[in-house]
């Protein structure tokens, strides 16, 4: 009764609320805080995601805005997060960060929390300098809360950022713990600073393309055999000029999920131009993928079996 109550609200009022879904509380699942960019105008959060184990949010990949209000309707819990992941840092990425550090205090987080990200450039800082931006004691925006930064504040809660910087097709394991490992590489996003994640947990691999033209061969080599790839599918086929230097379109997408044997192709970062396009962008991805292909909405969930 559930499952066909909530097909008949998308149906009648598509991305004007959200729908916790159910993640389960055993084995992996990827859940998606949001799935599409920087309009508000689709009435999605922006990009962001969760790695689930045992029903608990173990990764945070890109905050973008609306992610915070998603992430407490997804029922997760930030005293559990053991990294966040930054792919770049946009503002449809990254926005909503400083909203969840805060979240984080009110629940008594006692333990650091480790934030890797990409190097900068002349047009955005590195992930160590965005993040003192925020929280930095004499000119960050919000530097009353400096003491999550300042490792010599009476606090167990810390945030710890770092640059991952990396030659251009080099894939380096940047965290490791008792659950899981992250790999990173260098993505092409324009003239952006950008990185793709692989996350192995258990028997299970999940793997983040972020925004990218997909034209450097790194994605083909990181999502090797994965479970699921998470592409953004924020272009129609046919784009041209900026779009096409900045994102992949889904004939792309399925030449890459192809070439690396991907499990599950999950399509997200949905924007007005490819909203309403799912059946092209499914039939260019199927062109060279066969394989199994959804689109991601907030709060949707994929369990690895």
């Not at 996350?199 to 090797?224: H, M, R």
């Not at 004939?251 to 092209?280: C, D, F, P, W």
Request: overall charge neutral; some cysteine; aromatic content about 8%.
């Amino acid at each position: 009764m559930k499952s066909l109550l909530t097909a008949l609200l998308l149906t009648f009022f598509p991305c004007t609320f959200s729908l916790a879904a159910d993640c389960g509380q055993t084995g992996v699942a990827l859940q998606a805080l949001g799935s599409g960019g920087p309009e508000v105008q689709t009435k999605r959060a922006s990009s962001s995601y969760l790695i689930r184990q045992d029903g608990k949010a173990r990764v945070l990949v890109d905050s973008g805005g609306g992610s915070a209000l998603r992430f407490g309707e997804s029922g997760a819990n930030f005293l559990d997060i053991d990294v966040v992941l930054f792919s770049h840092l946009h503002v449809d990425h990254s926005a909503d960060f400083p909203a969840l550090v805060k979240s984080a205090f009110f629940q008594n987080r006692d333990r650091a929390l480790p934030v890797y990200g990409p190097p900068g450039n002349r047009y955005f800082p590195a992930t160590t300098e965005f993040v003192k931006a925020l929280f930095g004691k004499q000119h960050g925006a919000y530097r009353y809360l400096s003491d999550f930064i300042d490792l010599k504040a009476d606090s167990s809660y810390k945030i710890l950022p770092h640059d991952v910087r990396l030659k251009a097709h080099e894939a380096k394991v940047i965290f490791t713990n008792d659950q899981f490992k992250v790999t990173a590489m260098q993505v092409i996003h324009g003239g952006i600073p950008a990185l793709a994640y692989r996350i192995d947990i258990g028997a299970k691999s999940i793997v983040f393309s972020g925004d990218t033209n997909g034209d450097n061969g790194n994605l083909e080599i990181l999502a090797k055999d994965a479970d699921v790839l998470v592409a953004h599918n924020a272009v129609p086929e046919g784009a041209a000029g900026i779009e096409r230097k900045l994102h992949m379109p889904p004939s792309v997408i399925g030449k890459i999920a192809y070439a690396a044997n991907v499990k599950h192709l999950v399509l997200s970062h949905r924007m007005m131009r490819t909203l309403g396009k799912e059946n092209e962008s499914k039939a260019a991805v199927a062109a060279a993928y066969q394989g199994k292909t959804s689109f991601a909405d907030d709060l949707s969930c994929f369990n690895l079996p």
